[in-house]
């Protein structure tokens, strides 16, 4: 199965009162492009995220979102600093007694004090927070992976399709070809003939000249390579993975056989009909952009 480069994949992930949510989303792109994105408390994660998707992607401009959610974190606990209240205590009656001045400290006051009281989030465990993020990034890249699959299978048949087309238009140029030579041994005869009228035309020097202009115009080693190569795409699209760059280095070669046909056209009917393979070429090319 072939896939496309665009697709989106989403997975939520909760234990207790822990929630990860995992997007991904993703366009064209030559190489591999991952942008992950975290909230701070998981960013610890972001490397290891990367080599888990990995498994799942080979090409695109990929965006990951991770959202995460904790019902405990006001739960956080409230840490007294006994031996810091006890100094700031000292340190106040000792000003009091240097300077004469009246204590007037109280719980409330003392308790104000910098460091006094703390809040302290409960430790989270790394290896319970990594088997969450995991699950969720998991779940997300598959659900990633079955969208750009199903959108594969739409480009495979387009393709499919477009390639019959092409096949088609090398029939045609193929059964077209013979027949340019021969009109041309016409042309060039009767021209001859008016030339020269009632004088016997050199039979030989005819033929030397149509082989000439046959050896020019002939699109044979063209058409051969250009079955080749549609025969190869299909294969390729059939046999399915990440095949994106060898479709485009074929489509590539495709063009370049039709550009030499063009330029080699001597004929009208040739020139329309590589007009339009070169039309489908690039249509083709355009769609393998977005295979994986």
Not at 90 to 108: C, D, H, I, N
Not at 220 to 238: A, G, P, Q, W, Y
Not at 242 to 270: C, P
Request: aromatic residues 6%; negative net charge.
């Amino acid at each position: 199965m072939i896939r496309s480069m665009t697709g989106f994949g989403r997975h939520e992930a909760a234990d207790g009162q822990r929630k990860i949510t995992v997007e991904i989303k993703a366009v064209n792109h030559r190489y591999l492009d991952l942008a992950v994105k975290t909230p701070k408390k998981l960013n610890f994660f972001e490397s290891a995220v990367r080599n888990l998707l990995k498994e799942y992607i080979q090409r695109g401009k990929v965006d990951v979102y991770v959202t995460y959610e904790d019902g405990a974190e006001g739960l956080a606990a409230l840490k007294y600093n006994e031996s810091l209240a006890a100094e700031y205590v000292e340190y106040v009656r000792r000003m009091a007694a240097a300077f004469s001045l009246p204590e007037g400290l109280s719980a409330a006051r003392l308790s104000s004090f910098p460091e006094v009281f703390t809040i302290e989030a409960a430790a989270e465990d790394e290896d319970e927070l990594w088997n969450l993020l995991e699950k969720a990034v998991r779940g997300a890249a598959k659900q990633f992976v079955e969208a750009r699959e199903r959108e594969g299978g739409r480009l495979r048949e387009d393709l499919l399709a477009k390639l019959e087309l092409m096949e088609g238009y090398v029939g045609r140029i193929e059964e077209r070809s013979p027949q340019i030579v021969s009109e041309y041994r016409q042309r060039l005869l009767d021209k001859v003939s008016e030339l020269l009228a009632d004088v016997q035309a050199d039979e030989s020097r005819i033929v030397a000249e149509t082989t000439l202009f046959a050896d020019k115009i002939c699109t044979d080693e063209e058409t051969v390579r250009l079955r080749s190569h549609i025969k190869s795409t299909k294969d390729t699209l059939l046999q399915g993975g990440s095949v994106g760059r060898k479709l485009d280095f074929i489509a590539q070669e495709m063009n370049r056989e039709a550009n030499t046909i063009l330029s080699k056209a001597n004929d009208l009917a040739v020139s329309d009909i590589a007009i339009e393979l070169k039309t489908d070429i690039e249509k083709v090319r355009e769609q393998i952009q977005n295979i994986e």
